[in-house]
């Protein structure tokens, strides 16, 4: 049944995608025809990226600390989007800043939306087409959930993926950029906890010291031109910042959408500490697993498959649009099963992890089962099954 109706061969992974981004198209067109944008009465189309405009918008008046304070942010984005509810902050480092200061500029939220998305997804385009050769993959990725959920957020996946991706291709390469690529992830630390990790593994000494100084760089820089109140606020902003991972956003219901260990504890009732206890207990373990199966394989695409899936394990808090770094897992365990065969289980893993950040959302919102966590760490051993499998055929050929 299985190779009768599930192939993933190009011609079907193309039929696939091509329905998928047809759906979500759809959606996506209906979502914007009724909504501020086009018509006087529609509803105001707000996103996420609403809290990147207001920060630029106070960093261009000269108050750029001041968005790290909850009330005057709130206040500042109900100026721009007056029915905007529920708890937003500003939790980004200084370096952050220099990216989204000329959004400011923009007097408008759509003009300034646009302006973001459009060279974020170009970058990510640009450093997929390293990864992918098969115009059917592109298909795929176009339609996987993770890309419309940045889409309809206004969020940063797009760019963090594309960082993501070209430190692992620099990783492969040893081109030497790889340091800078990890020092600009560090806009998002959560995501980049385990990188510095990899580069100890790999003891690749001067990527690790770049990455040290373009952090120390990028922030200095944005310090100097945004004055160090930027750097204060977002110090003190910390402790806001993990209140409302702790507490559900103050009501926003934030566990809903952290695909994490910590916050399906902490939605079945388990204590903060037990939760992080727990959550910490069981990073520990994949950062283990991670360092074993970069012992066992030198095979760069299961090292980055790996490394990606231990990254979105670490952090208690993950948001779903950050899932969009599923794309690389997808590529390469979709070309991989099409040129070297399938194993039992990959090609319906491809399907649900194709779908998994939206079908996670729902599922979670409906039933408040994060079952994201589980997904990966069985991702995860798929990948070491094709590890190990692929060291004893090594031997063995070895042995002839």
């Given at each position: 049944?299985?190779?009768?109706?599930?192939?993933?061969?190009?011609?079907?992974?193309?039929?696939?995608?091509a329905?998928?981004?047809?759906?979500?198209g759809?959606?996506?067109?209906?979502?914007?025809?009724?909504?501020?944008t086009?018509?006087?009465?529609?509803?105001?189309?707000?996103?996420?990226?609403?809290?990147?405009?207001?920060?630029?918008?106070?960093?261009?008046?000269?108050?750029?600390?001041?968005?790290?304070?909850?009330?005057?942010?709130?206040?500042?984005?109900v100026?721009?989007?007056?029915?905007?509810?529920?708890?937003?902050?500003?939790?980004?480092?200084?370096?952050?800043?220099?990216?989204?200061?000329?959004?400011?500029?923009?007097?408008?939220?759509?003009?300034?939306?646009?302006?973001?998305?459009?060279?974020?997804?170009?970058?990510?385009?640009?450093?997929?087409?390293?990864?992918?050769?098969?115009?059917?993959?592109?298909?795929?990725?176009?339609?996987?959930?993770?890309?419309?959920?940045?889409?309809?957020?206004?969020?940063?996946?797009?760019?963090?993926?594309?960082?993501?991706?070209?430190?692992?291709?620099?990783?492969?390469?040893?081109s030497?950029?790889?340091?800078?690529?990890?020092?600009?992830?560090?806009?998002k630390?959560?995501?980049?906890?385990?990188?510095?990790?990899?580069?100890?593994?790999?003891?690749?000494?001067?990527?690790?010291?770049?990455?040290?100084?373009?952090?120390?760089?990028?922030?200095?820089?944005?310090?100097?031109?945004?004055?160090?109140?930027?750097?204060?606020?977002?110090?003190?902003?910390?402790?806001?910042?993990?209140?409302?991972?702790?507490?559900?956003?103050?009501?926003?219901?934030?566990?809903?959408?952290?695909?994490?260990?910590?916050?399906?504890?902490?939605?079945?009732?388990?204590?903060?500490?037990?939760?992080?206890?727990?959550?910490?207990?069981?990073?520990?373990?994949?950062?283990?697993?991670?360092?074993?199966?970069?012992?066992?394989?030198?095979?760069?695409?299961?090292?980055?498959?790996?490394?990606?899936?231990?990254?979105?394990?670490?952090?208690?808090?993950?948001?779903?649009?950050?899932l969009?770094?599923?794309?690389?897992?997808?590529?390469?365990?979709?070309?991989?099963?099409?040129?070297e065969?399938?194993?039992?289980?990959?090609?319906?893993?491809?399907?649900?992890?194709?779908?998994?950040?939206?079908?996670?959302?729902?599922?979670?919102?409906?039933?408040?089962?994060?079952?994201?966590?589980?997904?990966l760490w069985?991702?995860?051993?798929?990948?070491?099954?094709?590890?190990?499998?692929?060291?004893?055929?090594?031997?063995?050929?070895?042995?002839?």
């Amino acid at each position: 049944m299985t190779k009768t109706y599930l192939r993933l061969d190009p011609s079907q992974v193309t039929r696939l995608g091509a329905i998928g981004v047809g759906i979500y198209g759809a959606i996506a067109l209906f979502f914007v025809g009724f909504s501020s944008t086009v018509s006087r009465n529609g509803f105001l189309m707000v996103s996420d990226l609403s809290v990147y405009w207001a920060a630029a918008v106070l960093a261009l008046q000269g108050r750029a600390g001041a968005a790290y304070q909850e009330p005057i942010l709130h206040a500042t984005l109900v100026h721009f989007v007056h029915t905007v509810k529920g708890n937003f902050g500003w939790f980004y480092p200084p370096a952050y800043y220099l990216l989204i200061l000329p959004l400011g500029f923009f007097p408008h939220y759509f003009p300034a939306f646009l302006a973001w998305i459009l060279p974020t997804l170009g970058a990510w385009v640009k450093v997929l087409r390293r990864y992918s050769i098969r115009p059917s993959t592109f298909w795929f990725l176009g339609s996987f959930g993770g890309v419309w959920l940045n889409l309809l957020r206004g969020q940063n996946g797009f760019l963090t993926a594309a960082l993501c991706g070209a430190a692992l291709w620099s990783m492969r390469k040893n081109s030497g950029w790889t340091g800078v690529w990890v020092g600009l992830l560090a806009m998002k630390p959560q995501l980049g906890l385990v990188f510095p990790f990899v580069l100890l593994l790999n003891r690749a000494w001067r990527d690790l010291a770049v990455a040290v100084f373009v952090v120390l760089l990028s922030n200095g820089v944005a310090v100097a031109v945004l004055g160090d109140a930027v750097f204060w606020g977002w110090w003190q902003e910390l402790d806001f910042a993990r209140r409302l991972m702790e507490q559900d956003g103050l009501g926003s219901h934030y566990w809903l959408n952290m695909p994490t260990v910590y916050a399906q504890l902490r939605l079945f009732g388990v204590s903060s500490p037990t939760a992080y206890g727990i959550h910490w207990a069981l990073t520990a373990v994949s950062w283990g697993w991670l360092a074993l199966m970069w012992k066992r394989t030198t095979e760069w695409q299961w090292r980055g498959a790996a490394l990606i899936l231990v990254s979105l394990m670490t952090s208690p808090y993950l948001m779903d649009y950050d899932l969009i770094w599923l794309g690389y897992v997808l590529v390469i365990l979709l070309e991989n099963g099409q040129t070297e065969g399938w194993y039992p289980g990959e090609r319906w893993m491809i399907l649900v992890l194709w779908v998994l950040p939206v079908a996670g959302v729902l599922l979670t919102t409906e039933t408040h089962v994060q079952i994201i966590p589980f997904v990966l760490w069985i991702a995860m051993g798929m990948i070491w099954r094709r590890v190990t499998r692929l060291e004893g055929r090594n031997f063995a050929i070895s042995l002839r």
